[in-house]
């Protein structure tokens, strides 16, 4: 299996996840903060957020899935994800996802983040279009991707069901090409 590459990004980095990660990781998922907008619930324990971390692994194998951990760099752990996912290559495009632990939210990290992952997406994977999908009620998270450059394309009505409650979805799309830097 091809390793992901380490990305830095200032005060954070992305690197590949490994099972020295889990308590981390599960900490993330965990966390009904983070998780209240997620298209599905908060994990419950260690054991699925082990097949989650098995789940990311074949991800990598199949080449349609990328998860990174997010490493503060100061802090030596790792405190979020970020993922490439649906990765069409031939078209050129990939849909993301990201989460962070609510404890490090309004630090910048996600934006350094996401902005190292595209230019990587863009410069060394050759994609030219990234995707997102938000709940309409994660104002912050449209904030973020509105930040980043991403246009409104489109607003998916029930999209999710997530632990019984019907939830929408706004669409979202970044053409890598007006990738803001700044």
């Known amino acids: 299996m091809i390793p992901l590459p380490t990305l830095d990004a200032g005060a954070v980095r992305l690197r590949q996840l490994d099972v020295l990660d889990l308590i981390d990781l599960h900490a993330v998922f965990s966390d009904p903060v983070a998780m209240r907008y997620w298209s599905r619930p908060p994990f419950a324990d260690l054991d699925e957020t082990r097949g989650y971390l098995a789940a990311i692994d074949a991800g990598r194998e199949r080449g349609d899935l990328l998860q990174w951990g997010i490493e503060h760099v100061g802090e030596g752990r790792v405190i979020g994800t970020t ?71 489109g607003y998916a009505r029930e999209r999710w069901v997530v632990a019984g409650e019907v939830q929408d979805a706004v669409l979202l799309g970044l053409l890598l090409r007006d990738l803001m830097e700044g």
């Open 83 to 153: 993922t490439l996912f649906a990765i069409d290559r031939q078209q050129g495009r990939a849909e993301i996802g990201y989460i962070l632990g609510s404890s490090h939210w309004g630090q910048g990290h996600a934006v350094s983040a996401l902005r190292r992952l595209f230019r990587y997406a863009r410069d060394e994977m050759g994609l030219r279009r990234i995707e997102a999908d938000v709940d309409p009620r994660n104002a912050p998270s449209l904030r973020l991707c509105e930040r980043l450059g991403f246009q409104r394309e």
